[in-house]
């Protein structure tokens, strides 16, 4: 396990000596220390970072050689996928599995990304003028320095989705990762380290979101921040930003609703409903966290759901079995508490879950299922990031739509038909940046990923990820001897 930061390809101490403890959450032992970097290493990171991009080699590689480090990086991930996921799930809680899965997607991610750098090679686009005398092109360039800040849900896979297309645009960048949540991408640094990446391409800073990801933030000489996590930290990071006008993607949170109607097969409807909300604990920024589903439905449709519920096995996310882990730290865990108290006193019912009560320590919410909520509730409204679904019934199609679009989020949402032009007609009318439909939350690096409304701005994975680390240029040419004949008469 890593304890130092990574800056100008090398290992350092944070200056002041500030280190972070690192807590199991299914047992709260501290069992590691992280490096917190201060003012000074952000300052070091992004001097490097500058130097890597305005005089090192990485923007200027073609893109075919690019892809051979990302490639490389790809395979560094997956060499020592099954310690990078123990530590995933020490350091986050998720079941191994959960881990296991995530880190293939992170090499995956970065192979996907090294294709795509090798496509950049040679890309010129001819815009068409109407004025003959002139011939133009467009061609696109790496943007500059890079600084990507990541929560704590996914830690290696929330970096990869923006390390990876960083790297391949030829991109410099630093990463923050959560402070609950770093020790996978500290280990990143290595596995950059062992792939030859030039220094300085990729500085790797954890420590505290108020101090050294602000600090990254406000750099007059970081060229773009792509964030993912909070509402109201990337309110602050988009008002930072504009003072000196910084390129900035957000991925923030979501309300994501489910729309079941009653001619879905019940058993498929409680699997992805579960999915969609209990996967990870159900901290994903996409989980399907309001359910509603056609009234002639609803009733038997509640009861398989809290049936099943009740079956999860719940334990150390290490154990063979596990389904559900702990949450991922103490403020997490007392948040999803009180948002279910707050749940109960504002009116809903819980029809099961609650505080897992089964073991002496650790972070522990059973899966639960909320029902009778009021439609201003909080519990409805507000996005509670824990195992915890609002489900209501609903009686016509536009009565669907109308409740799952009245959110101020709009990231992902879902719906469920045996009838296909249903299914279609309604996903087309929902207002959210990802779709689902007969299923909840799979997700591909090949396909867009972002939020309408107050769920983020910019678009990652797909070729859309790789415009976010891109500017476009026009080169136009006069190809006419004609003077031009404005002055010189
Ligand atoms: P957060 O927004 O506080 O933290 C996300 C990242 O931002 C972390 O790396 C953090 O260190 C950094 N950060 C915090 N303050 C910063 C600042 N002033 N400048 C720059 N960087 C800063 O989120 P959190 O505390 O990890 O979780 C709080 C809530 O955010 C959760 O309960 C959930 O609602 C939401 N969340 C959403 C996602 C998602 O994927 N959309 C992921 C995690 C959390």
Request: aromatic share 8%; with cysteine; charged share 25%.
């Amino acid at each position: 396990m890593q304890n130092k930061l990574f800056i100008d390809g090398q290992w350092v101490a944070p200056a002041d000596g500030t280190m972070l403890p690192v807590i199991d959450p299914a047992t709260e032992e501290v069992f590691h220390h992280i490096p917190a970097a201060g003012a000074a290493e952000a300052e070091a990171a992004v001097k490097a970072a500058r130097e890597a991009f305005d005089n090192g080699p990485w923007p200027r590689l073609s893109g075919k050689e690019r892809a051979k480090y990302l490639r490389a990086m790809a395979q560094g991930i997956r060499d020592r996928l099954p310690e990078l996921a123990r530590l995933e799930t020490r350091d986050n809680g998720k079941p191994l599995p959960e881990s296991e899965w995530d880190l293939a997607d992170a090499a995956g991610c970065f192979d996907f990304y090294a294709d795509l750098a090798e496509e950049l090679d040679g890309e010129v686009e001819e815009v068409k003028l109407a004025d003959a005398r002139f011939v133009s092109k467009a061609v696109r360039e790496p943007l500059g320095v890079a600084v990507a800040i990541v929560p704590w849900n996914y830690p290696l896979l929330m970096a990869s989705w923006k390390v990876a297309p960083a790297l391949a645009a030829g991109c410099t960048m630093i990463l923050k990762p959560a402070e609950t949540t770093s020790l996978t991408a500290l280990e990143l640094g290595a596995i950059a380290e062992a792939a030859g990446l030039p220094k300085g391409v990729l500085n790797i800073l954890s420590g505290k979101g108020s101090v050294v990801g602000q600090a990254l933030v406000d750099h007059p000489q970081v060229d773009k921040v792509a964030f993912t996590g909070s509402g109201p930290v990337g309110s602050r990071i988009m008002a930072a930003g504009a003072k000196d006008i910084k390129r900035i993607s957000l991925e923030l949170g979501g309300k994501s609703p489910f729309v079941v109607f009653a001619d879905s097969d019940i058993e498929k409807a409680v699997e992805w409903i579960m999915f969609g909300i209990f996967w990870n604990q159900g901290q994903v920024c996409s989980a399907t966290s309001r359910v509603l589903v056609e009234a002639p439905l609803y009733p038997k449709l509640l009861e398989r759901l809290i049936e099943e519920a009740k079956k999860i096995k719940i334990g150390n996310g290490l154990d063979e079995g596990t389904l559900l882990g702990p949450l991922v730290n103490k403020g997490q865990y007392e948040d999803v508490l009180r948002h279910i108290d707050r749940a109960v006193e504002q009116g809903a019912t819980v029809a099961c879950g609650g505080k897992h009560e089964g073991f002496n320590r650790g972070f522990w919410v059973a899966p639960t299922i909320l029902t009778d909520m009021a439609l201003d509730s909080d519990a409805w409204v507000e996005e509670i990031f824990g195992p915890v679904v609002c489900i209501r019934p609903f009686e016509t199609e536009d009565e669907a739509i109308h409740l799952a679009n009245d959110s101020r989020f709009g990231l992902a949402a879902a719906v469920m038909s045996d009838d296909d032009a249903r299914a279609e007609r309604v996903a087309a009318a929902l207002r959210a940046g990802i779709v689902w439909i007969n299923c909840s939350q799979p997700t591909f690096t090949e396909a867009p990923w972002g939020g309408y409304k107050q769920s983020g701005t910019g678009r990652e994975l797909g070729r859309w990820g790789l415009d976010n680390y891109l500017e476009t240029k026009q080169i136009t040419r006069l190809v006419s001897d004609e003077p031009w004949g404005w002055y010189l008469k």
